[in-house]
T-cell receptor, first 110, second 117 residues
Framework: QKEVEQDPGPLSVPEGAIVSLNCTYSNSAFQYFMWYRQYSRKGPELLMYTYSSGNKEDGRFTAQVDKSSKYISLFIRDSQPSDSATYLCAPGEGRRALTFGSGTRLQVQP | EPEVTQTPSHQVTQMGQEVILRCVPISNHLYFYWYRQILGQKVEFLVSFYNNEISEKSEIFDDQFSVERPDGSNFTLKIRSTKLEDSAMYFC???????????????FGPGTRLTVT
């Protein structure tokens, strides 16, 4: 079983839609859960993170973790064409390396 | 806003040649990382570095690879004898402990695209 599994997409939605991006993980040692956004041929950009079960909101973005089921979600409200990118979930433990999912490619159609 | 920088943005080299990829981490960060991403694949960890020594490395980071912090600002990745399969984007990241969150938030550079011919 892969440590981090992520729906690969691509996911195509109309502008204004609510987007749900998901990951599952297997390693119980993961303490926090990062979401990165990556535009084509660019470096991953830290979007937000959470480190406990429950929700964390930042503007149009909400990160959700359920540690009991090892399930991570990122919701984007009122999606914009500029949100079109690949979204990477990346759980981590302390200062150790992050373990990235394969990424979900999102396309928001104007 | 502080950011991680990397040079060059694109490096083309012939198989068997040595390459050095350079990174300038965020100035107050103490933890440094190299990751790579083969085109169309996921970001993979190579090595982490702290206090002038390797903290952790992956199976990918074999004897062909080495890292160094030659001065107070640069962090380098050297590939001694490049292979075709080393063609990838190489990302440097740095982090520091944030007592407010209790986390080590890793910030990534824009990457160096390495093409081995």
């Amino acid at each position: 079983q892969k440590e981090v599994e992520q729906d690969p997409g691509p996911l195509s939605v109309p502008e204004g839609a609510i987007v749900s991006l998901n990951c599952t993980y297997s390693n119980s040692a993961f303490q926090y859960f990062m979401w990165y956004r990556q535009y084509s041929r660019k470096g991953p950009e830290l979007l937000m993170y959470t480190y406990s079960s429950g929700n964390k909101e930042d503007g149009r973005f909400t990160a959700q973790v359920d540690k009991s089921s090892k399930y991570i979600s990122l919701f984007i409200r009122d999606s914009q064409p500029s949100d079109s990118a690949t979204y990477l979930c990346a759980p981590g433990e302390g200062r150790r390396a992050l373990t990235f999912g394969s990424g979900t490619r999102l396309q928001v159609q104007p | 806003e502080p950011e991680v920088t990397q040079t060059p943005s694109h490096q083309v080299t012939q198989m068997g040649q040595e390459v050095i990829l350079r990174c300038v981490p965020i100035s107050n960060h103490l933890y440094f990382y190299w990751y790579r991403q083969i085109l169309g694949q996921k970001v993979e960890f190579l090595v982490s570095f702290y206090n002038n020594e390797i903290s952790e490395k992956s199976e990918i980071f074999d004897d062909q690879f080495s890292v160094e912090r030659p001065d107070g600002s640069n962090f380098t990745l050297k590939i001694r004898s490049t292979k075709l399969e080393d063609s990838a984007m190489y990302f440097c990241a740095s982090s520091e402990f944030d007592p407010g969150t209790g986390l080590y938030e890793q910030y990534f550079g824009p990457g160096t695209r390495l093409t081995v011919t």
